[in-house]
Structure formats: structure tokens, C-alpha cells
């Protein structure tokens, strides 16, 4: 398998691949829902909440804590996640930039 060329793209284009990569999963965006509705939650409540197992809930939440748009605290036997606010503010700066470029435009590929 071949390597990724990641260093033959800004640094910008990088990270909101990083954004777009984590955000490529119903149950992740379902998990970020319940996050910001929530303010915290802790993991077993996340699970109770969607029809996914708890290793699945955990590798997605896995997902969403290493690209950095989440945090958790370990209190007891449980993990408390939150919305990582920087982190949030970035991917909110980097994927709206992107979106925002284009313009709409007459007779594009008819």
C-alpha cells in the first residue's frame, strides 16, 4: 500500500482533512450531537443513547479525542468527554473557510 503525501499539502488543507476525516461517520457526528446537547457526558450515557455497542462507542469516541475535537477526564472507572472549545473553534474556522470560497455560479457542469 502506498504512503499518504501529506507534507505536499498546506497545513491548512491538512487539518481540515483531519476535521473532514473525523466527521465522516453518522455515529460520530450522533456522538458530537449529544455532546453539545449534553455540555458532558459520561461514556455509558453515550452508549444508552445510540444503537452501537460500547467498543464501537469507544472507537469512535477514540476517533473524535485523537483528531482533537473532543476531551475526556477519567474519573473512576469512567470517562467524562466534553467538546475540546478550541479545538471546535479551529475546525468550525478551517471547514467554514473552505466552504466559503465558492461562490455560485451560472452554467457549472450542466
Not at 455515529?27 to 449529544?34: F, G, N, Q, S, V
Not at 475540546?84 to 478551517?94: C, H, L, T, V
Not at 455560479?105 to 450542466?110: A, F, G, L, V, W
Request: proline share 2%; with cysteine; charged share 30%.
Amino acid at each position: 500500500m502506498g504512503t499518504t503525501k501529506t507534507e505536499e499539502f498546506t497545513v491548512k488543507d491538512n487539518k481540515v482533512a483531519k476535521y473532514a476525516k473525523a466527521l465522516g461517520h453518522p455515529a460520530r457526528i450522533a456522538i458530537l450531537r449529544l455532546l453539545v446537547k449534553k455540555e458532558a457526558c459520561v461514556c455509558g450515557d453515550i452508549v444508552d443513547e445510540l444503537p452501537l455497542s460500547q467498543s464501537t462507542v469507544s472507537q469512535h469516541l477514540k476517533e473524535l479525542k485523537d483528531v482533537g475535537l473532543i476531551k475526556g477526564d477519567i474519573e473512576g472507572k469512567s470517562v467524562c468527554y466534553c467538546i475540546d472549545e478550541m479545538a471546535w473553534q479551529e475546525a468550525k474556522e478551517y471547514l467554514g473557510i473552505l466552504f466559503e470560497s465558492y461562490t455560485l455560479k451560472k452554467n457549472c457542469c450542466k
